[in-house]
């Protein structure tokens, strides 16, 4: 590729397009002698050859661990199918069902015990296809790739279960599972490459528990990288599974999932994934912050409500404006035209109808688009990652901006499944080489650094792009999430966004698809989805289910040298949603700062309550993870998104003020969670009788009630005076036995300390002066603490499990078997005002009190 040719050259300034047109039909033509005069035999053995030389020359197996990098020459298979038939793809069931299972086994896709001892072995040179799917396509194929190819190997050489996509597995040093940062925290499954297997592998007593259901989309390379890790494929009928990767699905049915089971998908990301509800969301935050901060979206029109506004723009952009029409829902290109003439719009059925970027960056005079992966591990908190490599796809024809060539689909759009079928298509197999039709992002931004681009401002925009876009549908999507996701286990979702540069280098979102094609037809597309797909199913974490005898669990554990752990399945307390009454009322007395950052960046880190605690671990125990992947949000300066919330959430405060202090010490803050963990707080959940009590919906105190400066400045040892607070709040089961808190039976904070089996809630409470490390509770145990209370003053209730805060009366009124809920959730309920007599302080949940008494 000449260099030259990257710097911005426009057909219609530049002379060099006849060149690069000239430069590809010679390597067409070299392609097509190449495809002429080598056979398939001679391709596996140039590329086998390519693996002998990847190993250690000693000969002996390759040892592999985690980490290798995407450029890093490996051994893998020559996909041997090189057609791809994704554009043929239709809904049809699952191969699958074609097989005959083993009558004992029902559900089983195959005997994996038997491949267990083969999983020991280094598996022999098979000529299999990795895949038939959708090479690149943006959008989930419709069927997942040839398991035949896949698993069985029936052809002559192979043996029955020796997993057959592809070359020799190496073996990885990696452990077969991996320990989490914490004490008390299970380990999870340590996922290998496609063409990699566990040196030590997971005992067969286990392996029979992890199942993975296959779906009609699931890719070869998921399958290969799920076996190689230990578990079992399962018909998409079994419904005792653990894990799957399969299409997204209507909200509701994310309530059949059980606490074990893991999904791809969380509910409501249609609201990205549909490039009308992409626009809607994102026109929203447009419309209230301005184009300064939302000008990475071209001007999207949904028709026919948007056919009037259209219209007028239309005009006004002159006849030389460009337009692309697309179906709203659709995806790999299908439907869209590039147009300039207002009769050109089909009317008959909704559509959208996008101002056209008319000056893309061009390469060698072809227009090129980026695949870029991202992952979303929860939505509340925002947690996301962006993946360091992708795919670079070009149109197959140079461009120009002749009116005349509009409706050449080679030129205008990038898609794979639309370019493949161009004569001038150049296939590239070679994820360093930058030839051909298809690069890796790592070669784009080597190109990049030739003809003197740095890429590093374009991957900031695109970074932010990625941020304002996802927050841009948090609104719409938490809801969904919260009615229809029982666990914070369950769910995670891989996006790929679909970027354009312009001339000047500037990024815009062409769209968002929620089930980006993981399939590898070439070893280019392998090299970045084998670890792709690794390091998601990594970050993510599956636990072995919760499935095994204790007796057996020690077992294992002493098998993998793992006896130290505590335990070795799932637990699902650390993934659970319900909150305490002291969870719920730190909660609410924290969201009164949410618009005032320093006033919740050091109390909220004070006393961290057990749902803090599991929030936390989860975050550090994904960010330990990371290889290739890196945590775009939460970071120290993500608050600066925080305006773009529709409404504030607690926990992202929580992440906000724990990166704050521990982002450059991560090291003190994991020691702090690990001295909670030790104290097993994390794994302290609210009683099925505490459960009901929701005081969460309350109304924190706002300013005009009961002020920042209130609430911060006041510690119950301070205060003498007793205050009435009045609460406004609907009654749903006052008990009989209710009584206003001093009237019930109390404890001293240390006697409910110790009958709660905490020593501490966290007595180390910070240190100001100390941030880079927070001090052991062990050291701090007997000093008093700045905000601690003396416990011969803490008044707390019987029959609590609330952790005794210093905070104000919303823990006090927490404490009491009174269950409330907020005025939006009901609005059809009279109110009742509950006058409470506090030992501390003033407080009132609303500033629209009922008439007093
Ligand atoms: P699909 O989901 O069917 O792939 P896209 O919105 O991704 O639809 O559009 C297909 C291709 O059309 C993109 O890959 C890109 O090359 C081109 N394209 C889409 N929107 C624009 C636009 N606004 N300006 C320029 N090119 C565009």
Redesign the pocket.
Known sequence: MDPKGGVQEHPSSSSSSSTWAGQLQKAVNLNKRHHAHVDPGQDDTYLMANAVNSEPDSGEMALSGRGATLGAKKPREMPMDEEDNDSDYTDFEDELDEFTVPGDMDDYLDDMDEAVDDDQQSTTSTKTTMSTGSVGS??PSLVGENLENFSLGEGGNETKNRIGIGGPLVKSTEPPLKRSLFSHVPPSINFVHHNEVPETPLPADLRKNLRWKLSTITPAVVKKVVTNSGFRLMRKTCSEWGGTWGKHMKSPLFKDLNETQKINHFPGTFNIGR?DRLWKNYHKLRSKHGKGEFSFL?RTFCLPADTKILRKVWEKRGIKAKW?V?PPA???????K?VNKWNQIPKTRPLIV?????R?HLINNT?Y?LRIYVLMTSLNPLRIYLYDEGLV?F?SNVYNTDSSSLADVFM????YSINKNSTTYIPNEDSEARHGHKWTLGSLWQYFAEVGIDHKPVWDRIKDMVIKTIISAEHSMTPLNRANLSSHYCGYELFGF?V?LDADLKP?L??V?ISPSLHSSSPLDLDVKSPLATEVFNIVRYHVPNKIPAKSQRAILKKLHMEDLSTLCLEPKLYTRDLSKADKAKQNRMMAFAEDRDAYLDPILERLTPDDVRYLIRAEDEFAHLTHFSRIFPTQDSHKYFKYFQSPRYHNMLLDAWEHKYGDCRVAGIDRLEQLCQEKVHIKVPSANNKQIDVSVLKGPTSDVATTKDLTETSFAGLKATKRASVVAKPLNVKPNFCPISLGRSKTLSSVQKSLGLSSPEPMSMDSDDKSRSPSPRESRGKSCPNELPSNQTTVMDNNDALPFNGPATEALSSNNLNYRSREDDNTKPCIRIDLELSSFQFKTSPSSPPTS
Do not use: C, F, S
């Open positions: 943006n959008t490039k071209p692309i697309k659709m995806a790999r290109g299908t439907g869209i590039v996008q101002r056209y970027i008319a893309p227009k688009d796809r149109a205008h759009l990038t898609n679909d354009l815009w062409i769209e698809n």
